[in-house]
């Protein structure tokens, strides 16, 4: 059994020496790998969906908590909630598909339905079934989650009763869903289709590399020769997004153009200023959003931002919009569900753009997307190996972090743990350290109580 010393252990975090290192066991060791299912998907707050998923009564989309096969579901009166999606007759999956409308929900198996309230409608064959009062004593109902939660729409559930509110979880975070949420009155929505793929990676690569700038260049030199050569020759009508090589901007070193935010609950968020801005598809609403809302925060709405909200959903607004969620299967296995989101209500040409934009980059099919699953299978195969045991990409902004906001936070009154205002060449890894801090934190006292229950269960 791991301790939660050892668990601490895997985390060199010294900042009055300047050293934060993580141990490569974090993304190799399936016995880790357990602890933080237990720990952060199992024990926390766990993204599943958008409200808007299920407009309708009766709509429903399914999706895991960790190893948990969840469903969600809009009941008939329309409310929403999670529910274990497994019979309590024998266990098996009620809800097979990824997503649909049914009044009922009959198990595969031996047909006891359920409702979209969870609740069990019939079991077949009872009158005939010799059952025992006893049997009637239990409930035959979906088991609904220990916790579910909607912040603006965002569905959010947890397994464990013991946890904290949402709204704690999210902590300042919130003010960054608000800039997604706020680009129009009716909030966002997913645009039909979605995608989800395997790499045989951590998922902790993933996790990273959303925040990560420093790989750009070096991971994507064939996307930016395309956005160089569609530029040359002018090509019509062909895909612009805010890293169009045409800048608007010239940057001077030193001069910040971006930065990063971290926050206690390892929430995380980097940000770029737009070099294209007009080529966003939500620059058709800028005049009305600096109405609504004032030139600072419009202008944080059309900022490149990256969010993740710890630890497994992603708020990609880059070259398009992407929705990406984080399913760990085993530790060498991630299983990612992305979708575009967009804004309710945007005109056909902005979301005509957005859809082109989206499929120009992400995805497999796109330009950016597979050369980032061969980068981290490549780290998961080097991690394996007997290389020194720490992993130093944790260096960069070590000198450059401050405490608390910077003048780009004030505009828009987010409080962050700690701020990194960059150029573009800085490229901050002191952004990770929210992710492994709070890991450790959580992990560590999963390690820590099952310590605990193991003494008791000697004793
Ligand atoms: S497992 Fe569902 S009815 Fe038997
Ligand atoms: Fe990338």
């Known amino acids: 059994m791991i301790t939660s010393d050892e668990i601490v252990g895997l985390i060199d975090d010294r900042p009055e020496d300047g050293v934060f290192r993580v141990h490569r066991r974090l993304f190799t060791d399936p016995d880790v790998f357990d602890l ?25 989309f399914t999706t895991s ?33 990824d997503r649909g409308n049914a009044k009922l929900h009959v198990c595969p198996y031996h047909s006891w339905s359920f409702d979209s309230a969870g609740k069990n409608r019939a079991i077949k064959g009872k009158a005939q079934g010799a059952y025992s009062d006893g049997f009637d004593r239990d409930s035959h109902d979906l088991r609904a989650v220990a916790k579910f939660g909607d912040y603006r729409g965002l569905l959010f559930a947890c397994l464990n009763p013991d946890v904290g509110p949402l709204e704690d979880h999210l902590g300042e975070a919130k003010t960054l869903i608000d800039l997604i949420v706020d680009q129009s009155p009716d909030g966002i929505e997913l645009v039909p289709g979605v995608v989800s793929f395997t790499y045989e ?66 929430h995380v968020m980097n940000w770029r200023m737009s070099d294209v801005p ?25 900022h490149s931002r990256n969010l993740t909200i710890f630890p497994n959903v992603q708020f990609a ?6 929705l990406r969620i984080i399913r760990p299967i085993s530790v060498g296995l991630t299983e990612m569900r992305t979708y575009c989101f967009a804004p309710i209500g945007e005109s056909g040409e902005a979301r005509r753009k957005r859809i082109r934009q989206y499929e120009d980059f992400f995805n497999p099919s796109g330009l950016a997307t597979p050369d980032d699953t061969v980068v981290y299978e490549a780290c998961q195969e080097g991690n394996a190996s007997q290389g020194s045991p720490w992993l130093q990409g944790y260096g960069r902004g070590m000198c450059a972090a401050v405490k608390g906001p910077d003048r780009f936070a004030d505009q828009i009154g987010l409080k962050p743990a700690s701020s990194v205002a960059a150029d573009r060449w800085l490229s901050d890894e002191t952004i990770f350290h929210a992710y492994y801090r709070a890991w450790r934190d959580r992990v560590a006292a999963v390690a820590d109580a099952q310590a605990v229950r193991a003494t008791e269960g000697v004793a």
């Open 317 to 322: 607004e880059n070259a398009s919009s992407q």
């Open 201 to 266: 990676a951590n998922w902790k690569m993933q996790l990273e590399n959303c925040s990560d700038q420093y790989h750009f260049s070096s991971v994507h030199p064939s996307y930016l020769r395309i956005l160089e050569r569609r530029t040359e020759r002018a090509f019509e009508g062909a895909t612009r997004n805010m890293w169009d090589v045409n800048k608007v901007h010239e940057e001077v070193p030193g001069e910040p153009t971006g930065g990063t935010y971290s926050f206690d609950q390892g």
């Open 36 to 60: 933080e299912m237990k720990a952060l998907f199992e024990g926390g707050w766990v993204f599943l969906g958008l409200a808007s998923q299920l407009p309708r009564p009766n709509d429903y």
């Open 65 to 97: 908590i960790g190893r948990h096969p969840i469903a969600v579901m809009r009941a008939a009166d329309g409310s929403i909630n999670a529910f274990i999606n497994s019979c309590p007759h024998k266990g098996a999956r009620i809800c097979q598909l």
């Open 278 to 302: 007009e080529a966003l598809p939500l620059h058709e609403r800028s005049a009305i959003l600096e109405q609504r809302y004032g030139k600072e925060k419009r202008d944080w709405m059309l």
